[in-house]
């Protein structure tokens, strides 16, 4: 039997990590809740039909790059784009990208980090991926878009991923 006093840290120790799991658990599922309703809403916007493979949210400073434009102009169309902007620059820059673009403001309140950043979201199965240097992700792309949703871009990565889930 140990002391009093390791038994109650042991028990301490225990509660916290108990808690931070639960904690994880419940931020990890919000943030699937709030992807989900990304994908929904952004391809409602741009009459997409079914589950898009990605969804490209830009900021309003970052949408007038002109490389990144080309890019999002030459993207597939089930691929939606969503701006967190005002509703007149959204205007120009579907008539700029030839191509319907949704605002961030007319999806659901929350998301933090989903709001804030220039990203795709990418589904994988019953995951998202988020990739954030969205500009050398899409230009490493080039014209071959039919491998996103397949296969993750960094196989080390999806190992990775895999032995934290076991």
Avoid at 97 to 122: C, E, F, H, K, N
Wanted: aromatic residues 6%; positive net charge.
């Amino acid at each position: 039997m140990l002391p009093c006093g390791i038994d109650a840290a042991l028990l301490l120790a225990g509660v916290c990590a108990a808690a931070g799991w639960l904690t994880y658990r419940r931020l990890a599922k919000r943030r699937r809740r709030l992807l989900r309703e990304l994908f929904t809403a952004a391809a409602a916007a741009a009459g997409v039909c079914g589950d898009p493979a990605a969804v490209l949210v830009i900021q309003a400073n970052r949408s007038s790059e002109p490389e990144l434009g080309r890019l999002i102009a030459a993207a597939p169309r089930s691929w939606p784009v969503v701006l967190a902007g005002p509703g007149w620059l959204a205007e120009l820059k579907s008539a700029a990208w030839g191509r319907p673009v949704g605002l961030m403001s007319s999806l659901s309140p929350g998301g933090g980090a989903l709001r804030d950043g220039t990203y795709a979201a990418i589904r994988r199965g019953g995951r998202f991926e988020l990739v954030h240097e969205l500009l050398p992700y899409m230009q490493r792309l080039g014209r071959d878009w039919s491998q996103v949703g397949d296969e993750s871009p960094s196989a080390d990565a999806d190992e990775a991923a895999g032995r934290l889930l076991q």
